[in-house]
């Protein structure tokens, strides 16, 4: 069946990098790109970039100042979301998402990646 | 960026009773093709938001009838016609008129009586 699935939990220092991927199943993957969005503790819903697995094509959201790199592993269906220079406001679950375009919206979501910034 | 705002904040409901949720956005959603690129989801606790309703009336498939999602241009609802207990959770509207900056309403949390 369609499915993402996301690498496990992270805990990070201040000023560290962190890299978190999501690994697709069970369709075309070059036909709908993933998205990422993240959401601090009671907070809503944030988007930060998308990346087609297929071309390799990919845009960021300006909130993130350049700190975002999306990177695909074709062969392993996997896309990876790296943030540069954590701070603690950068604590957040990091989800993966299909866009699919039919829908003009995220049809199916990864379980979510826990990212905890803390010294 | 288009700003979308949800009301009420949350909504506590007795099972079998209505529920309604307003979403508004600060620009219309309604493009020349007549959809309307506004989205509903529900996160339940502890899992990732799921979708219920996309081109703001298509119910996503699974999805309970329910479930129904109407407005248009700017101005859109959420209504949920007899309440069940798994429907707790915190309900979003997202906008995907400028595609890909997508934004989400603040949310609404709906709790069982």
């Known amino acids: 069946q369609v499915q993402l699935v996301q690498s496990g939990a992270e805990v990070k220092k201040p000023g560290a990098s962190v890299k978190v991927s999501c690994k697709a199943s069970g369709y075309t993957l070059t036909g709908h790109p993933l998205h990422w969005v993240r959401q601090a503790p009671g907070q809503r819903p944030q988007w930060m970039g998308w990346?087609?697995?297929?071309?390799?094509?990919?845009r960021y959201s300006q909130n993130f100042q350049g700190r975002v790199t999306l990177t695909r592993d074709t062969s392993a269906t996997t896309v990876y979301l790296e943030l540069s220079s954590l701070r603690s406001e950068d604590t957040a679950v990091y989800y993966c998402?299909?866009?699919?375009?039919?829908?003009?919206?995220?049809?199916?979501w990864g379980q979510g990646t826990m990212v905890t910034v803390s010294s | 960026d288009v700003v979308m705002t949800q009301s009420p904040s949350s909504l506590s409901v007795t099972p079998g009773e209505p529920a309604s949720i307003s979403c508004r956005s600060s620009q219309s959603l309604l493009q020349s093709n007549g959809y309307n690129y506004l989205a509903w989801y529900l996160q339940k606790p502890g899992q990732s938001p799921q979708l219920l309703i996309y081109?703001?009336?298509n119910r996503a498939s699974g999805v309970p009838d329910r479930f129904s999602g109407s407005g248009s241009g700017t101005d859109f609802t959420l209504k949920i016609s007899r309440v069940e207990a798994e429907d707790v959770g915190i309900y979003y509207c997202m906008q995907a008129l400028q595609t890909p900056l997508f934004t989400f309403g603040q949310g609404t949390t709906l709790e069982i009586k």
């Open positions: 081109l703001g009336s």
């Open positions: 998402a299909r866009y699919y375009g039919d829908y003009e919206a995220f049809d199916i």
């Open positions: 990346i087609n697995i297929g071309n390799g094509n990919r």
